[in-house]
């Protein structure tokens, strides 16, 4: 059973440019959140996705969009990076929106790191 | 989601108890307490998570304090790999929910 799978696994753009990062869940969930995690710091919540919505959102600016698909895979886009954005993104699956279960546990992919120059 | 503080770095000797403490002091009645961890380069991983009872799984146990204000978690023989951060989240749910509020953990070193 394949976990969480990102891609690509590293990344470097120049500022001012834009990046798509890709997400496919683990198998039977639907649910799809992002992070993004600056070195020395914990993972800051960016979005959730379910039924191809966003549902849940952190403090972060328009620039960064997302979208899930039918078989539920997401992307994460980021427009006109800044330096600040270099990062590591995580891509966290999960089962069923809307479930506040204490069982409903995300499952983290290992991340793609951005690099902007 | 409540806050929580944890000590930023503690060491354990492999083969002993690694108990990792964290305060939780205005968590709400109907919020949980979980524990990720991350290994370096790794995304964060599930371990384990509570309400007022103590919890064990096969990863830890989870001790929280009958007020509910902090907890500690054991891992009751550490290993080289259990080396990582180590984060304590006050939560509605485990994040299917709603996103996980992550703060800067606890980087706990197993030394040989």
């Known amino acids: 059973d394949a976990g969480v799978t990102q891609s690509p696994t590293h990344l470097i753009k120049t500022r001012g440019q834009q990046v798509t990062l890709r997400c496919s869940p683990k198998?039977?969930?639907?649910?799809v959140s992002w992070y993004q995690q600056a070195l020395g710091q914990g993972p800051q919540f960016i979005f959730q996705?379910?039924?191809?919505?966003?549902?849940q959102r952190g403090n972060f600016p328009d620039r960064f969009s997302g979208h899930q698909f039918p078989n539920y895979s997401s992307e994460l886009n980021v427009n006109a990076l800044l330096l600040g954005d270099s990062a590591l993104y995580l891509c966290?699956?999960?089962?069923?929106?809307?479930?506040?279960?204490?069982?409903?546990?995300?499952?983290f992919g290992a991340g793609t790191r951005l690099s902007v120059l | 989601d409540a806050k929580t503080t944890q000590p930023p770095s503690m060491d354990c000797a492999e083969g002993r108890a690694a108990n990792l403490p964290c305060n939780h002091s205005?968590?709400?009645?109907?919020?949980?307490v979980y524990w990720y961890r991350q290994i370096h380069s790794q995304g964060p991983q599930y371990i384990i998570h509570?309400?007022?009872n103590n919890e064990t799984n096969e990863m830890a146990s989870l001790i929280i304090t009958e007020d509910r204000k902090s907890s500690t978690l054991i891992l009751p023989h550490a290993t080289l790999r259990d080396t990582a951060v180590y984060y304590c989240?006050?939560?509605?749910?485990?994040?299917?929910?709603?996103?996980?509020?992550f703060g800067k953990g606890t980087h706990l070193i197993i030394q040989p």
């Open positions: 966290a699956s999960s089962q069923g929106l809307g479930l506040f279960l204490a069982k409903n546990i995300q499952y």
């Open positions: 198998s039977g969930h639907d649910t």
């Open positions: 996705y379910y039924e191809e919505e966003e549902r």
């Open positions: 205005t968590i709400s009645g109907n919020e949980y």
């Open positions: 509570g309400l007022k």
């Open positions: 989240i006050a939560s509605y749910s485990g994040g299917g929910a709603d996103g996980l509020t």
